[in-house]
């Protein structure tokens, strides 16, 4: 199989800086986010609820698992390390969160969004909270189809 041709302008040190960049700041602020949940979850349990989304069983369940998987992508992202499968895990996220957001701002409820605080007298601005996750979306969908920046070999495999 040949090399893959990558524009100069992708392999520039820029790009690559950019990337990293963008790269280490998407997994800082799913760290961050998670950090209140896993310490709280009975907190973020109730700001699932307050989404009047889900049952209550599945929302206590995604309070058990959601920042786990929050912390986990988060990590491998400032490491490098499975990081377009973190970015796959981290786009699903943030579709389901958007997803959810938009649901409450069409049906008028106006709740703290639990991203990164659990204190349900935070302010809110639901319309703010939905463009920063657009912002984190297209981070996330521009680490899944970054070119790879090694060379590969190329000869018999």
């Known amino acids: 199989m040949g090399n893959l041709h990558v524009p100069l302008s992708l392999k520039s040190p820029i790009y ?58 988060g990590i491998c992202l400032i490491i490098n390390r499975w990081t377009r499968g973190s970015a796959l895990i981290v786009s699903a996220l943030l579709v389901v969160f958007m997803g959810a957001l938009g649901y409450d701002i069409y049906a008028g409820v106006d709740v703290s969004c639990g991203c990164f605080t659990l204190d349900e007298r935070a302010p809110g601005n639901m319309w703010l909270y939905l463009v920063r996750d657009t912002v984190f979306l297209a981070l996330a969908i521009g680490m899944m189809y970054r070119p790879r920046f090694q060379s590969r070999p190329s000869g018999p495999s």
């Open 16 to 73: 690559r800086s950019f990337y990293t960049l963008a790269r280490i700041f998407l997994g800082v602020v799913f760290l961050w986010a998670c950090w209140d949940k896993i310490l709280n979850p009975q907190a973020f349990a109730r700001a699932i609820g307050n989404y009047h989304i889900v049952p209550l069983a599945v929302g206590n369940l995604a309070a058990l698992i959601l920042p786990w998987i929050e912390l986990v992508c």
